[in-house]
């Protein structure tokens, strides 16, 4: 099973310039991939114990060109809860969590 990659892209106000540029990136990687549904990007707020939380942005497998390409890493599948897509087609969400509640944050 390949691997899911993350990245830390700074607190809520801080994210938003790195999260539009993995939103271009991605358009341009998924057309010159020929637009596979299972590639996709999302996002999450997290805190972990810390006083402010940090947006996390997790790459499917499928993107592991581009998120390579933006120094994430390795990292376990994350769970649904509380994730956004920031990149990919909505039918992502069946593909890469099937067996997860189809309750969106």
Avoid: N
Avoid at 19 to 36: L, Y
Avoid at 64 to 93: D, H, I, N, Y
């Amino acid at each position: 099973m390949s691997p899911w990659y993350s990245k830390e892209l700074g607190d809520g106000m801080m994210a938003v310039e790195p999260s539009q540029q993995i939103a271009e990136a991605f358009r341009a990687a998924f057309d010159a991939g020929g637009k596979p549904a299972d590639m996709a990007v999302f996002t999450r707020l997290e805190s972990e114990g810390r006083l402010h939380c940090e947006v996390l942005a997790y790459f499917s497998p499928a993107a592991e060109g581009l998120a390579r390409q933006f120094g994430a890493v390795p990292c376990m599948k994350p769970t649904r809860a509380g994730l956004g897509l920031l990149a990919g087609e909505l039918e992502s969400w069946k593909l890469l969590f099937p067996d997860e509640s189809v309750l969106r944050a």
